[in-house]
């Protein structure tokens, strides 16, 4: 019997928790009377209860995060109505900010918002001793990042063979950009490089060959990125693969040397542009240079072998719909391998909300907190960009339509994919559940009706396409699943590793 358990319930199985791992490895002496189990928001809550029941446990942390707030709630809910003298502790991003106005926290016995990592053992000792505080919020204070002990050696054989291997070599973010929780960190926490740099090799070691680093900003002192991107040159094989979050506009070509020798299908970067809008990056106090940013992904695009996913957030206060269109068509000018359109969301504590009144931000009062209109957007138009977004996924970010897509978009991007994206909505009435061979006849009948585009030309390179397409699938059903490539990412909310 353990009388602590950890949990959390992740997006998909494949995701491995690495804040859950960072509470689990610095539980110290309390970490052999602990047990850590991972659920998924397909499962029943019901038994998700039974489950964490099921050693009668005396204390149960839980992770709350954008994705599990609802089905939490009622895991809760479950065991507060099962076996009340359970203690739950909750942490993660949901509850360390505006927690009051939050329902989960009605049912838990504690909170720690922040960084739990060493503030959960503490409340853990004090309970197990009988000297439990009052029931409430706990502070987890300040601490030194380097007094933490290192999860990696917490992921399993089975985590290694079957999930994604998230690390970090720093926590937190030294800029502002109001969207994002990472705004109220004062800077970034590097943590000891060799030691880091040793837990790379550990991992190594026991066969990790997928790594994806959650760092806000991996390559913001260069002579540590450099460190570590020679740390996997001098590794490389051919299931080796990297991922990366990078600041747009900061390349300097003593990186630029080191990315260029990395083969295809090693390194992915995701690189958060999210507007080239000055006034709009100036009200969110997003500091960007523009042009470097077009330059970086141009040389990344064309002088390295790098998969570049770039994000672009529409909805930004200030934003109108033409304004948005110009940075769309400015970056798929650049040509990144996948653009993220994603919707604004309302990250609790962020300081986006100082400009509700101001520009009549209206959010979805539901996760995932998603804007519903704006004083320049209104209801309908953000309605069309969520289905703009979702088809750009299925048609654009998918991979499928390499031949096609030049077709579709013309000379003018998102004024084309827009007129496709109401086209497939009309005649549908779907955004979801289309299946691909559906979706390829439904492009050659769009593109001709809607878009003009000769019929002949458009059949035969969406003809190319479905061959292509058929043969990647054989190809795939061949690899084992941990080759098979992951470039759909989570939003960055999961990276958090505050919280329990």
């Given at each position: ?7 959390t319930?992740?997006?998909k199985?494949?995701h ?20 850590m ?30 994705w ?5 709630t ?13 203690i739950v502790?909750?942490g ?24 739990a ?5 503490r409340?853990c ?62 800077t ?48 490389m ?6 991922h990366?979050e990078?600041i ?14 990395f083969?295809?299908?090693?390194l ?21 240079d523009?042009?470097?940013t077009?330059?970086?992904?141009r ?9 570049i ?23 798929v ?9 994603g ?25 995932p ?18 289905r703009?977004?979702?088809?750009w996924d ?19 991007p ?6 496709l994206?109401?086209?497939?909505y ?9 299946a ?19 019929a ?10 479905h ?21 759909k ?12």
């Amino acid at each position: 019997m353990s009388p602590i358990t950890l949990s959390t319930i992740n997006a998909k199985y494949m995701h491995a928790s690495l804040g859950l791992r960072y509470l689990y490895a610095n539980l110290g002496g309390l970490k052999r009377r602990s047990r850590m189990v991972e659920f998924t928001i397909g499962q029943r809550a019901e038994d998700i209860a039974e489950c964490l029941l099921a050693d009668e446990p005396r204390v149960v942390g839980l992770g709350v995060y954008i994705w599990n707030i609802d089905i939490s709630t009622e895991v809760v809910r479950l065991i507060k109505r099962i076996r009340p003298e359970t203690i739950v502790v909750l942490g993660g991003p949901e509850v360390s900010h505006e927690y009051h106005q939050q329902p989960i926290v009605d049912y838990a016995d504690y909170v720690i918002p922040g960084m739990a990592d060493l503030a959960f053992p503490r409340l853990c000792s004090r309970i197990l001793d009988g000297d439990a505080p009052q029931g409430g919020i706990i502070d987890p204070g300040e601490f030194d990042i380097r007094e933490l002990a290192l999860p990696y050696r917490e992921y399993t054989r089975q985590d290694l063979d079957n999930r994604l291997i998230y690390v970090e070599a720093s926590r937190g973010c030294p800029f502002r950009c109001e969207f994002c929780l990472s705004a109220l960190d004062r800077t970034a926490w590097p943590f000891d490089l060799e030691g880091f740099v040793d837990e790379m090799q550990a991992l190594h070691e026991r066969g990790a060959r997928h790594f994806r680093f959650v760092d806000r900003t991996f390559n913001l002192k260069t002579a540590s990125t450099i460190r570590i991107l020679e740390f996997f040159l001098e590794r490389m094989s051919d299931d080796l693969f990297l991922h990366f979050e990078l600041i747009p506009d900061r390349l300097p070509d003593s990186l630029k040397s080191r990315v260029a020798r990395f083969p295809p299908g090693s390194l992915q970067f995701e690189i958060g542009v999210q507007t080239f809008t000055p006034e709009v990056q100036a009200l969110i106090s997003r500091r960007q240079d523009n042009e470097k940013t077009t330059a970086n992904l141009r040389w990344l695009r064309g002088s390295s072998h790098a998969h570049i996913h770039a994000d672009l957030i529409f909805g930004l206060p200030g934003e109108t719909l033409e304004t948005f269109r110009d940075s769309f068509d400015r970056l798929v000018a650049a040509d990144p391998h996948e653009i993220q359109v994603g919707i604004l969301k309302r990250l609790r504590g962020s300081p986006i909300t100082r400009h509700t009144d101001s520009f009549d931000l209206r959010f979805n009062p539901n996760a995932p907190y998603n804007i519903l209109s704006t004083d320049r957007i209104d209801f309908p138009t953000m309605q069309r960009l969520n289905r703009f977004a979702r088809y750009w996924d299925l048609i654009a970010n998918s991979g499928r339509f390499q031949a096609a897509r030049p077709l579709l978009l013309g000379d003018a991007p998102f004024d084309s994919f827009l007129a496709l994206s109401d086209w497939l909505y009309d005649t549908t009435g779907q955004t979801h559940r289309i299946a691909p061979n559906r979706l390829f006849d439904l492009l050659r009948q769009g593109g001709c009706g809607a878009l003009g585009i000769p019929a002949g030309p458009l059949r035969d390179a969406l003809t190319r396409d479905h061959a292509r397409m058929q043969e990647t699938g054989r190809k795939n059903r061949r690899l084992p699943p941990r080759h098979t490539p992951h470039t759909k990412r989570q939003t960055r909310h999961l990276h958090a590793t505050q919280g329990v």
